[in-house]
């Protein structure tokens, strides 16, 4: 059964902008911080951005005033507005819960940043 599914990934200019959206079951996202990760080559899986189930954010230095992360409580929804998007912004983004991830991870969703 899948329990994490990350959507919204593409290629896109320096400067460009894209919404990542990640639908989760209920009882992964009910009651529990979600966050943003993102995996670039030869990297190692970081923190991007995360949100409690009462609204309040944490952003990552690299990304902060650029991305904004968002939640649907309704409809089990998290998801990741990206602006001004830079060539290091280049990496497969998963969402997961926050501090504890939830295992299996989703199959990600790719963005490619590149002119």
């Known amino acids: 059964q899948v329990q994490l599914v990350e959507s919204g990934g593409n290629l896109a200019p320096p400067g460009g902008s894209l919404r990542l959206s990640c639908a989760a079951s209920?009882?992964?996202?009910?009651?529990?911080?979600m966050g943003w990760y993102r995996q670039a080559p030869g990297k190692e899986r970081e923190l991007v951005a995360h949100?409690?189930?009462?609204?309040?954010?944490n952003y990552a230095d690299s990304v902060k005033g650029r991305f904004t992360i968002s939640r649907d409580n309704t409809n089990n929804t998290v998801y990741l507005q990206m602006n001004s998007l830079k060539l290091e912004d280049t990496a497969v983004y998963y969402c997961?819960?926050?501090?504890?991830?939830?295992?299996?991870w989703g199959q990600g969703t790719q963005v490619t940043v590149s002119s």
């Open positions: 949100i409690t189930l009462s609204g309040s954010t």
């Open positions: 997961n819960t926050y501090p504890v991830v939830f295992d299996p």
């Open positions: 209920g009882r992964i996202f009910s009651g529990r911080t």
